[in-house]
């Protein structure tokens, strides 16, 4: 069943098919790239009660499959195949986590005899993912205690990066009655709890009721990316209705703020401060939150940077960012114990600058530049790629990077400053040092 | 201007020889949004001993990486602003052969060339920015000197090579750099930054004589005079020391193993030498090897082991590292499979395996524009077009891969630099 099929500006072909309710395909077909993707993911609602079960699902698919039962003999049909990957992933778009695998291989137009790539990939892929190996009718208890221990050091780990943990920190604590305030990995204590049988579970809760986004970058037909794919779509289960992420609410920031402050042994405090956008990329309006959100902070030429940063040296860093699917923004900084008021001052009155249209149009223009050229670098990279039609795949958006940069080039200054009125500090949370 | 296609590949590159002697060439990318410009000179970190106006001439270490750093500075500013401003990406490195400047833009490729190929050729020091720049670079490698994966590397070299250059840290010592001054870095610029060392790479779809145009505008007119250097004569075919240790704070061993290998000639023999090499390390320890499962399920090594080959001039080796609580049994281990492949030989259907795995990496390598940049600058130096290695990948035999690990893969010319936890010292 067709749907859409465009041309973009590289010369690139985009399909999406839904093949079945709730299974879809996004093919990009192109001749630019020597190697070809395939990624197959499986879409929930972010839960606080599944995501660590979901997250483990792909790493322990990884480990062995019934025809490539440990590492070793799955490294090698990986070598067989031009030393091919296939990477287990764990995202979070919006609302909804994706996990699954990306495969990157060498593209069937490079192989030494002629010889094809892409379906024994792909079946290798439906293998991964349909086959695993078992012991006892569900997964391999070793493999699930070594998995479920890595995972539980990713999740530890995420406060090695303060910088990261306190961007973590903040959305927890503002949409702490949202979904969006789970982490993608979950959290230590719902780890623990999983067990083989209990993990078995969840996957054929995932093959049978979970939405799948399979996709493809490449230079092979159509028609052969569909017949690559059938195994794989074949293989899982037909009956039962796949759910479907909705879109996440908008919420209100509160007044007055949160204020959240935590203790840890660092040596540098990390100031992290989430605004309400009320916008998020499904609104008209998106394009023009793009740049308001690059002349603040988004770029090394921005208010943030240029001012915080440069000429008050009042922070090491400092920088904003948008969460696309979400109405959320995040002001990130590293300063001084000290100086964290004059900070937050300082990056609030930034904003405002904003707000009232005191920016210069290089200002606008050089923000204007570097947003179009990230989105259109974008087409050049197939990782990249990949990533942003997973993401318009979870929100049922179909605009393509060219597309949405074609909108940004048209956004009048008026459109910025009415997108950054809108922005509001919902919760501010400080990280601090031990007495 | 000649265009070359490289069917295999799916590349057609565009070569040129300017009348002042730099060669140019313009890997045209159609349907890409970015464009890639690298420059570069055939001038590294070893390079510290050379001829010049007929005499030689001895220059302290790391004068290469302090020129790369200054080069940046113009008489109006920082060029590095200049492009940033354009929305490009700039940077530079310096590796112990050559010394390369490039950025990546979506737009305005042109300006940026003219901005990247005027303040890489138009030197502008002061020893006021000089002396600056030395407390700069002494952080930077007191940096390195703190960094044990950096000493391990070191270490090793020491162990394998009696006197080549590679043997030298590519930043120099605290002490070397303090020797630097304006005067020592303009004459090895004009030593070194002639059109006749230099090389531009370009990777985009993008105008391949308008290319030529820039290059011909902003570039000197005179060719300048290939530079003789010396490396010290050459190496016995022994490890120069089969072990050395150190101790610093990790929090477990770490190792550099390694095997002193014939050097190769320029020319094809250079890259089938790289390439043979590296089929050896996989056939020898990579992931789906034998050895490496045994190792690993012995937990002598983790998923942080890796190996490569590295040919440069005067000398070539096979190095492999990371950390493990027993380095020395490791080594004992490497010895013995390698002892075991020169009297069976390589077992075939992983010899097979193999050779498309390290093939299809090198193909999807060319994806990045910044590698196939870099490396058709490198092997333009070494003497061979880098595209052609499907051609010279296709001649390699499995005999090759054996012979070239029963010859180099040996307890004399094995080297072992381990790095333990402890107070460092």
């Given at each position: ?8 500006c ?23 790239f ?91 892929l ?5 086959r ?79 939405q ?58 990390k100031?992290?401060m989430?605004f ?38 009042l ?43 005191d ?71 400080f990280?601090?040092?031990?007495e | ?18 009348e ?8 045209r ?123 391990v ?67 000197p ?46 020319g ?29 399920g ?35 281990a ?63 035999s ?28």
């Open positions: 069943m067709l749907e859409t099929e465009r041309m973009d590289s010369m690139m072909k985009v399909t999406r098919l839904t093949l079945r309710p709730g299974v879809h395909l996004t093919a990009v077909q192109t001749k630019k020597k190697s070809s993707v395939l990624a197959a993911h499986f879409l929930t609602p972010l839960s606080a009660q599944d995501a660590a079960r979901n997250a483990l699902v792909p790493m322990v698919l990884r480990r062995g499959t019934a025809e490539h039962p440990d590492l070793e003999t799955l490294s090698a049909a990986l070598d067989e195949l031009y030393g091919g990957s296939l990477e287990p992933v764990v995202r979070k778009k919006g609302e909804a986590q994706c996990v699954g695998f990306v495969g990157s291989f060498l593209d069937d137009a490079y192989t030494l005899e002629g010889e094809r790539v892409l379906e024994p990939a792909a079946e290798l439906a293998e991964v993912l349909l695993p190996y078992t012991q006892d009718g569900a997964f391999c208890p070793d493999y699930t205690r070594q998995e479920k221990d890595n995972l539980i050091d990713r999740i530890r780990a995420q406060v090695n990066d303060k910088r990261q943990y306190a961007q973590l920190r903040v959305v927890a604590e503002m949409c702490g009655d949202e979904p969006f305030g789970v982490d993608r990995l979950g959290s230590e204590e719902s780890a623990r709890a999983i067990d083989a049988q209990g993990l078995w579970t969840q996957y054929q809760r995932l093959l049978g009721e979970a799948v986004e399979l996709y493809y970058c490449g230079s092979a037909e159509l028609e052969r990316v569909q017949a690559a794919f059938a195994p794989l779509v074949d293989g899982l289960p037909a009956e039962g209705t796949r759910q479907t992420v909705a879109r996440p609410a908008k919420k209100k920031a509160p007044r007055p703020p949160r204020r959240v402050e935590e203790r840890l042994d660092v040596t540098q405090g100031l992290s989430g309400r956008t009320n916008t998020d990329a499904w609104d008209e309006q998106y394009p023009a939150l793009t740049l308001a959100n690059a002349i603040y902070g988004g770029t090394t030429t921005s208010k943030l940077f240029m001012n915080v940063r440069e000429k008050l040296s922070c090491y860093y400092a920088s904003s960012g948008l969460m696309k699917y979400k109405d959320v923004m995040l002001v990130s900084s590293g300063v001084e114990f000290d100086k964290v008021g004059q900070a937050e001052g300082e990056i609030l009155s930034q904003l405002y600058k904003c707000q009232t249209g920016f210069s149009d290089d200002e606008l223009e050089w923000a204007r530049r570097s947003v179009v050229s990230t989105l259109l670098t974008t087409l050049d990279t197939q990782s990249r790629l990949e990533d942003y039609w997973l993401g318009q795949a979870a929100a049922g958006l179909e605009e393509g990077p060219d597309q949405l940069a074609d909108r940004v080039e048209r956004v009048t200054r008026e459109q910025v400053v009415t997108a950054a009125q809108d922005l509001t500090l919902d919760t501010v949370y990280l601090k040092g031990r | 201007m000649v265009s070359k296609q490289y069917p295999r590949l799916g590349e057609t590159v565009f070569h040129e020889i300017l002042n002697g730099l060669h140019i060439y313009v890997d990318r159609r349907d890409f949004q970015k464009s890639y410009a690298f420059f570069a000179t055939n001038y590294g970190g070893m390079d510290m001993r050379f001829r010049l106006d007929g005499a030689w001439k001895n220059t302290p270490a790391g004068v290469a990486h302090f020129l790369e750093h200054k080069m940046f500075d113009t008489q109006d500013g920082n060029a590095l602003q200049d492009l940033a401003a354009n929305g490009a990406s700039p940077n530079a490195f310096t590796s112990s052969v050559i010394t390369g400047y490039f950025f990546e833009s979506t737009d305005k490729f042109f300006d940026n060339l003219e901005i990247l190929l005027s303040f890489v050729s138009i030197p502008w020091f002061t020893q006021e920015s000089v002396d600056k720049e030395q407390g700069i670079i002494g952080q930077e490698i007191r940096m390195v000197e703190d960094d044990p994966e950096n000493q590397f070191y270490a090793l070299m020491e162990c394998l090579y009696d006197h080549h250059p590679i043997r030298v840290p590519i930043a120099g010592t605290q002490e070397s750099i303090a020797k630097i001054t304006a005067g020592t870095l303009y004459s090895c610029h004009k030593a070194f930054y002639i059109p006749a060392n230099m090389v531009l790479t370009v990777a985009g779809d993008v105008d391949p004589e308008q290319v030529c145009a820039v290059a011909r505008k902003i570039l007119q005179e060719s300048g005079v290939p530079i003789d250097r010396d490396y010290g004569g050459e190496e016995d075919q022994r490890a120069a020391a089969g072990e050395k240790e150190l101790t610093m704070e990790v929090s477990s061993p770490i190792f550099q193993l390694g095997f002193k290998c014939d050097p190769a000639v320029r094809e023999e250079w890259l089938r030498r790289e390439l043979t090499g590296e089929l050896a390390c996989e056939a020898l320890l990579g992931s789906s090897s034998p050895l490496y499962a045994k190792l690993y012995e937990g002598l090594i983790n998923k942080n082991f890796g190996y490569g080959f590295e040919v440069y001039p005067g000398c070539a080796l096979m190095a492999a590292g990371g950390e493990s609580r027993d380095p020395r049994k490791v080594r004992d490497v010895l013995a499979e390698a002892q075991r492949l020169a009297r069976e030989g390589v077992d075939a259907a992983l010899f097979a395996r193999i050779k498309k795995g390290v093939y299809g990496a090198k193909v999807r390598g060319l994806n990045s524009f910044e590698n196939a940049c870099i490396q058709l600058a490198q092997n333009h130096f070494a003497g061979v077009e880098y595209f052609r290695f499907p051609e010279i990948f296709d001649a390699i499995q005999a090759d891969v054996e012979d070239c690990i029963r010859r180099w893969v040996t307890p004399e010319r094995c080297g072992l630099a381990v790095v333990r936890p402890g107070e460092a010292g």
